[in-house]
T-cell receptor, first 113, second 110 residues
Framework: NAGVTQTPKFQVLKTGQSMTLQCAQDMNHEYMSWYRQDPGMGLRLIHYSVGAGITDQGEVPNGYNVSRSTTEDFPLRLLSAAPSQTSVYFC????????????FGPGTRLTVT | RKEVEQDPGPFNVPEGATVAFNCTYSNSASQSFFWYRQDCRKEPKLLMSVYSSGNEDGRFTAQLNRASQYISLLIRDSKLSDSATYLCAVSPRGYQKVTFGTGTKLQVIP
């Protein structure tokens, strides 16, 4: 996953706290997405962006915000953390050439107590 | 019915064996298909795309059966290092519609 960084790698939050998960890529990919992965649920799309300034909702957007001010960065904000948001979060840049092949960042493991 | 379904396994196979996984999808308009490999506590990594004509990469062969709406992954001469969870992904149309299966776990035994 060279070219994609996610920070932090691990995070513990208390219910009601807010935080931002960072994702940065240096591959100059137009498309970026955030997924969460939960046991038995698979990967579910939270938000995605097809370019700077353009974002849209995925399958499970509630409780999360995103913005895309640059091609490189796509932060995911948890507004008021809930235990249901305990998950592993992956950022995936995509070249946007129409192949829809996803290249995942290393992930952030979030626990909300 | 789930959009994309996989047998969770685990599939326990001896080294050198051939193993095959299927992944069924419900949307007949699906156009793009993929297999990913995910090691324990790691991110998924793209293994291969699945084309209408099939796709082969070394010991791995992926095929698409549109009539029955499934994709398959065949692994020949299994290695211990093939032990992982294999995820399928399907996209009917458009980037935002990629749907992942929950994965099939493979354990290759010495």
């Amino acid at each position: 996953n060279a070219g994609v960084t996610q920070t932090p790698k691990f995070q513990v939050l208390k219910t009601g706290q807010s935080m931002t998960l960072q994702c940065a890529q240096d591959m100059n990919h137009e498309y970026m997405s955030w997924y969460r992965q939960d046991p038995g649920m698979g990967l579910r799309l939270i938000h995605y962006s097809v370019g700077a300034g353009i974002t849209d909702q995925g399958e499970v957007p509630n409780g999360y915000n995103v913005s895309r001010s640059t091609t490189e960065d796509f932060p995911l904000r948890l507004l008021s953390a809930a235990p249901s948001q305990t998950s592993v979060y992956f950022c995936t840049p995509d070249s946007g050439t129409g192949t829809y092949e996803q290249y995942f960042g290393p992930g952030t493991r979030l626990t909300v107590t | 019915r789930k959009e994309v379904e996989q047998d969770p396994g685990p599939f326990n196979v001896p080294e050198g064996a051939t193993v095959a996984f299927n992944c069924t999808y419900s949307n007949s308009a699906s156009q793009s298909f993929f297999w990913y490999r995910q090691d324990c506590r790691k991110e998924p990594k793209l293994l291969m795309s699945v084309y209408s004509s099939g796709n082969e990469d070394g010991r791995f062969t992926a095929q698409l059966n549109r009539a029955s709406q499934y994709i398959s992954l065949l692994i020949r001469d299994s290695k211990l290092s093939d032990s992982a969870t294999y995820l399928c992904a399907v996209s009917p149309r458009g980037y935002q519609k990629v749907t992942f299966g929950t994965g099939t776990k493979l354990q290759v035994i010495p």
